[in-house]
């Protein structure tokens, strides 16, 4: 009796969160949902199990928010993650030899990055530009100082820099440490 009274909370809890998301973040689920259904009745094994998989990292995303609004830059980063463990599971397959699993992975990572480019969100290389125009300012004002990264992630504004980059803050956080490599050694 306890287990069904308490399921119908749980479910409303996580189904908030959607609610509570932007546009964006809810089309893009819905778009999920609506081609995890196509690559089921066209019974494309791979396409489905990237679907799923990605459908489950946004689901227990959604879980660790707790009540938070998620948007689509939380998924670009999630996307990023999943592409990023995918690569490691490449290299790791290579030197193992295994390529039949390299083609499984490999094919999920392009799924995945079809769905990455589809989110309105910056690219990588308008983020490391925006990134080194904002380094070069740093440099230039600091002068002959020699600067910290800490320094200059205490300079930027991450209330509002986000949404006029259109991207999210790790992805920031990321290319800042690219770029501070070439542009401060």
Excluded: H
């Amino acid at each position: 009796m306890f287990r069904q009274s308490i399921r119908p909370i749980l479910s409303t809890r996580v189904t908030f969160v959607r609610y509570n998301s932007s546009p964006a973040y809810t089309a893009a689920i819905s778009l999920l949902k609506g081609d995890l259904k196509k690559a089921m009745i066209a019974k494309d094994e791979m396409k489905k199990t990237a679907i799923r998989s990605m459908l489950s990292a946004i689901k227990n995303k959604e879980i660790d928010l707790k009540g938070k609004s998620a948007d689509e830059y939380s998924l670009y980063d999630m996307y990023s993650k999943l592409v990023s463990q995918r690569k490691d599971s490449i290299n790791e397959f290579v030197a193992n030899k295994r390529d039949d699993l390299v083609a499984k992975e490999q094919g999920e990572m392009d799924i995945i990055k079809q769905y990455m480019d589809q989110l309105p969100v910056s690219s990588e290389l308008d983020i490391d530009q925006n990134v080194k125009n904002l380094l070069d300012a740093l440099k230039e004002k600091a002068g002959e100082k020699k600067i910290q990264i800490k320094e200059i992630m205490g300079e930027i504004d991450w209330k509002s820099l986000p949404t006029e980059w259109k991207t999210s803050p790790t992805a920031i956080k990321n290319s800042i440490v690219k770029q501070f490599k070439e542009i401060f050694k």
